[in-house]
């Protein structure tokens, strides 16, 4: 049971990966913006990526 509601979980944050970095919503980012001195469209691919790879090990903590 336990391992099912795991693949299920990651199977969800492997589509919310492909949501949210893919163009239509990423489209949202591309803007002539800095935030902190810094351009919004990589600083939103850094922060997605990054939380989705916090998410992952997250999953994988709980997993055990």
């Known amino acids: 049971m336990r391992t099912r509601l795991a693949r299920?979980?990651?199977l969800?944050?492997?589509v919310a990966g492909l949501l949210g970095l893919n163009?239509?919503?990423l489209a949202l980012w591309d803007r002539d913006l800095l935030v902190?001195?810094?351009p919004l469209f990589p600083l939103a691919l850094f922060v997605i990526w990054g939380a989705l790879i916090?998410?992952?090990a997250w999953?994988?903590?709980s997993a055990d």
């Open 8 to 10: 299920q979980r990651l």
């Open 12 to 14: 969800a944050l492997f």
């Open 23 to 25: 163009f239509p919503l």
């Open 36 to 38: 902190a001195g810094l």
């Open 54 to 56: 916090a998410a992952l």
């Open 59 to 61: 999953l994988g903590a």
